[in-house]
């Protein structure tokens, strides 16, 4: 594993990297970034091991805190912070399956919310914390920018409140995630990630909404969303006929464990444009629905 230590400078990190030993860390300095997304994907990308762990000079882990991260890790959860995004691990493949942080977020904020919806997004758990000691220090990011790019990219009910949820759970994203040219290896389809019900989060109303959310995908005035084994196939369908237009469905076939009954009953009413276990009533717009 890589032990990676964030920080603008060596001065700054010398406790972290004094709390960590007798372990091997090092220094990844973040002096002259824009984003803090940029900075952690190029830490991600400087790691020689699959697994990497992240820890801001603000933190103070102990070897303890490390082995209890690496448990989960080896557990399945797909990422791991036991203090939010300042202290946090996981395998690369993460990145390979998720996509690199979003460097669209120039400074620092909302970037994590955005990529733990990402999680969601591909049916992977995680684990949020703040078990860790961490000492408050005044961020050194510009936060002026961030929200409104998190408004751009993604649509609640209330943006004041983005981890409320209305009466359908739903909420919209409205930008594709864009692609970076970073090399960090082939993919391995033999690394299994638990799914987002195994999500842990320290805070009840966040935990709440990871776990119950939909989240539909917009881009160019076509809805997208992936079904899992966690979908609500009623709160879909009423999306459906609520939009009134294109939606492009994908089922995860993977997750549903070979129990398909359920999930080939909704695709052949879909395909025929008849609501889920009701012939009676017609979907307003046959969606383009399929299996991956």
């Not at 000079?57 to 070897?63: C, G, L, S």
């Not at 733990?116 to 914390?129: G, T």
């Not at 993604?154 to 739903?170: A, M, Q, R, S, V």
């Not at 939606?247 to 009954?261: E, G, Q, R």
Request: glycine content about 4%.
């Amino acid at each position: 594993m890589d032990i990676i230590i964030i920080t603008h400078d060596i001065e700054n990190g010398i406790e972290t990297k004094n709390s960590l030993l007798p372990l091997n860390s090092r220094f990844f300095i973040g002096k002259n970034y824009e984003s803090f997304s940029k900075l952690v994907n190029h830490a991600i990308v400087s790691a020689e091991n699959e697994i990497v762990i992240i820890c801001s000079y603000k933190v103070r882990p102990t070897p303890n805190d490390i082995n209890r991260m690496l448990n989960y890790i080896n557990e399945g959860y797909g990422f791991v912070a036991l203090y939010r995004f300042a202290f946090f691990g996981c395998k690369k493949e993460l990145f390979r399956r998720v996509g690199f942080m979003d460097e669209r977020f120039i400074g620092g904020q909302y970037e994590d919310d955005d990529f733990y919806r990402r999680l969601v997004l591909n049916n992977i758990s995680y684990i949020e914390e703040e078990s860790v000691k961490y000492i408050p220090k005044p961020t050194l990011w510009n936060t002026s920018y961030t929200q409104k790019i998190f408004q751009e990219k993604w649509k609640h009910k209330n943006i004041n409140y983005i981890y409320e949820l209305d009466g359908n759970n739903t909420i919209y994203k409205l930008l594709p995630e864009k692609n970076y040219d970073y090399n960090i290896g082939e993919s391995d389809k033999n690394i299994i990630f638990k799914d987002r019900t195994y999500t842990r989060s320290f805070n009840k109303r966040r935990d709440y909404f990871f776990k119950n959310v939909i989240i539909l995908e917009n881009y160019n005035n076509t809805f997208e969303v992936i079904i899992n084994k966690n979908t609500n196939l009623f709160d879909i369908q009423n999306e459906i006929i609520k939009i009134n237009k294109k939606i492009c469905i994908k089922i995860d076939k993977k997750s549903f464990n070979n129990n398909l009954k359920e999930i080939n009953t909704f695709y052949k009413c879909m395909k025929k444009g008849y609501c889920y276990k009701d012939s009676s009533k017609k979907i307003p717009i046959i969606p383009n629905i399929k299996y991956f």
